[in-house]
């Protein structure tokens, strides 16, 4: 059919944000597996939702076992899974939504194509920064001994980097704060 890749929504992105008393965004956590991006992710979830917010969290182990479950972890297929999940939330924050995104996404070249798609003021990059020794220590998947075990390739911050972001609009040095501290974070650079 001719002309879809032009159809547009007839509700402005202003009639949403009024509708749903904020306008739609995108909150990016990224950090190394076992930092905390799930567990901070849920906890901001919770908090926004009992403020009446329309929230809603995409995790990283979820969407890998569906819309990206047939990727691998090459830098390639890591990179199509950021553009998919970024993509996904793209939509969802134009719907209105305030999606919070937890995901590894180790390369700082895909968290910033997404940023770049998304209207200026509409993506928060949270770098959730804590430590390896940390992540290893919290790991209860035991996925960082097997990647030091030469198990799992590509493994990010053993065998395949993590490139943390120059300057995010949140930083949690999770060794150091409490979930609420880090969910009281987020929510003040939302405001």
Request: proline share 5%.
């Amino acid at each position: 059919m001719a002309g879809l890749d032009q159809v547009k929504s007839k509700i402005s992105h202003q009639d949403r944000s009024k509708r749903f008393g904020h306008p739609g965004r995108i909150i990016w956590l990224t950090g190394l597996s076992g930092a905390g991006k799930s567990t901070i992710a849920m906890a901001l979830e919770r908090r926004l939702f009992d403020a009446g917010q329309n929230v809603y969290v995409l995790d990283g182990d979820i969407v890998r076992g569906g819309l990206c479950a047939d990727l691998g972890f090459s830098s390639d297929d890591r990179a199509e899974n950021i553009r998919r999940i970024g993509e996904v939330a793209r939509i969802m924050a134009d719907a209105g939504l305030l999606v919070i995104v937890a995901f590894i996404s180790p390369f700082r070249a895909d968290r910033d194509r997404v940023r770049d798609g998304m209207p200026a003021g509409r993506f928060t990059e949270v770098h959730v920064s804590t430590p390896l020794e940390i992540c290893e220590q919290r790991d209860t998947k035991g996925l960082y001994a097997k990647a030091r075990a030469g198990e799992l390739t590509d493994f990010t911050g053993i065998s395949s980097p993590y490139e943390p972001p120059p300057s995010p609009e949140v930083t949690l040095p999770t060794e150091q704060l409490t979930v609420d501290d880090c969910v009281d974070r987020i929510a003040a650079a939302l405001t």
